[in-house]
Antibody, heavy 118, light 107 residues
Framework: QVQLVQSGAEVKKPGASVKVSCKSS????????IHWVRQAPGQGLEWMGM????????NYAQKFQDRVTVTRDTSTSTVDMELSSLRSDDTAVYFC???????????WGQGTLVTVSS | DIQMTQSPSSLSASIGDRVTITCRAS??????LAWFQQKPGKAPKSLIY???SLQSGVPSKFSGSGSGTDFTLTISSLQPEDFATYYC?????????FGGGTKVEIK
């Protein structure tokens, strides 16, 4: 069965960077896109960006364009999302999600809590 | 960016009630509209794609309709497991955007 397993919770200081991993299994990794969505405490869902694992093409939301980097490793079927220059308002649960090439979402990771605090 | 506006932001309903949630896009998105259900502390669950197509395994009490700018999600007979927050999402163009959510609570 399709599984997206994310790395564990992180606590970071303001100004630092964080890397969250999303390991895929149960399907052909390069046939589906991986997106990153975050959710601040008590708030809604916010799309950050995506990667096409076949070739590595990315697309980022303008809001995160200069702070986020999404990469993939086809040998381990893993997608990483790195967010730099962290601020307190980056405290959120970060989800990875799988879509087909038509952007239809079918699977989600379990979420990773990132806490930014001095 | 395409703005997605959901209404209401919250509602109270009883078991067995028929519930309708509305989502409006700031510009036409054809039928590139998905609905998600999220329970506290959990990842979202995909319910509907292409405005009206049920994801595999989703019960038929959920239905979606609409095209262009106006969409609805209907739960035909509310059950205890349906109390959650529901989000619409457009995937017509980047950046993908979500509605603000509708929290369905027990009356």
């Amino acid at each position: 069965q399709v599984q997206l397993v994310q790395s564990g919770a992180e606590v970071k200081k303001p100004g630092a960077s964080v890397k969250v991993s999303c390991k895929s299994s149960g399907y052909t990794f390069t046939n589906y896109y991986i997106h990153w969505v975050r959710q601040a405490p008590g708030q809604g869902l916010e799309w950050m960006g995506m990667i096409n694992p076949s070739g590595g093409r990315t697309n980022y939301a303008q809001k995160f364009q200069d702070r986020v980097t999404v990469t993939r490793d086809t040998s381990t079927s893993t997608v990483d999302m790195e967010l730099s220059s962290l601020r307190s308002d980056d405290t959120a649960v970060y989800f990875c999600a799988r879509t087909d090439t038509s952007m239809i979402t079918t699977s989600w990771g379990q979420g990773t809590l990132v806490t930014v605090s001095s | 960016d395409i703005q997605m506006t959901q209404s209401p932001s919250s509602l109270s309903a009883s078991i067995g009630d028929r519930v309708t949630i509305t989502c409006r896009a700031s510009q036409g998105i054809s039928n590139y509209l998905a609905w998600f259900q999220q329970k506290p502390g959990k990842a979202p669950k995909s319910l509907i794609y292409a405005a009206s197509s049920l994801q595999s395994g989703v019960p038929s009490k959920f239905s979606g309709s609409g095209s262009g700018t106006d969409f609805t999600l209907t739960i035909s007979s509310l059950q205890p497991e349906d109390f959650a927050t529901y989000y619409c999402q457009q995937y017509h163009s980047y950046p993908l955007t979500f509605g603000g959510g509708t929290k369905v609570e027990i009356k």
